[in-house]
Every structure is written in C-alpha cells, then in structure tokens.
C-alpha cells in the first residue's frame, strides 16, 4: 500500500491533493462516504484532544495575524469554523460602528442645549 500525504484542497474545495514519496500526484473526490468516514468516532478522538480555545482567544489571533490555517491547526477546529468565527466578529464590529453612527448622526440633527 502506498501512503499518500495531503497537499491541499481543490479550489472548489470538492477534492483533495495529495502526493506520494515519488512526487506522483493524485486527486480524491470528497464524497459523503469519505466525510463520514473522517467523522467517525475514532478519528474524532484526535481532534477532541487538541487544546480547547475559546471564540475570543481564536479572534484574537485572526486580530494579531495568524492564518486561517495557522488558528485551525492550533486549535484542532475546520478553516470554516475559523472563519465563521472572525465573520461573527466582524458583524458585532460592524454593528457597533452602524450603532456609533447613528447616534453621532442623531446628536447633529438634535444638539444637546446646554
């Protein structure tokens, strides 16, 4: 059997690179099966052991530079999940500065008579 080591994921994220000791090259379809596969219990028992980060210690690195792929293989989450997390941030940064908008829009139209 050969062993095969992962490269990267397609550009439409639908397979998998890897590559062999020789330098050959191959493709694997993520399909369902492989999915539930890798999510079987056993495999899942790796990742459960990795460091348990919260949303606001893996924010913080997004913040101080760290790749998407650098915070999810620290953390033992997916990429997706990491970037849902920063996407999250984002929206509560968002609103917070619609929020200070529209107040300083409202202390303009309505100046405070002191």
Partial sequence: MTDL???SRSQDGEHLELSDSDGNNF???VSDTLRAAVNERRLATVVESAPQYS???IQARLRAGESFAEVARISGLSIEKVSAMQVQYCR???GLLNLQRRLHQRE???PSQN
């Fill in 108 to 110: 303009h139209l309505f």
């Fill in 5 to 7: 080591r992962f490269i």
């Fill in 55 to 57: 949303i606001k210690e």
């Fill in 27 to 29: 493709s694997l379809r």
């Fill in 92 to 94: 509560s940064v968002l």
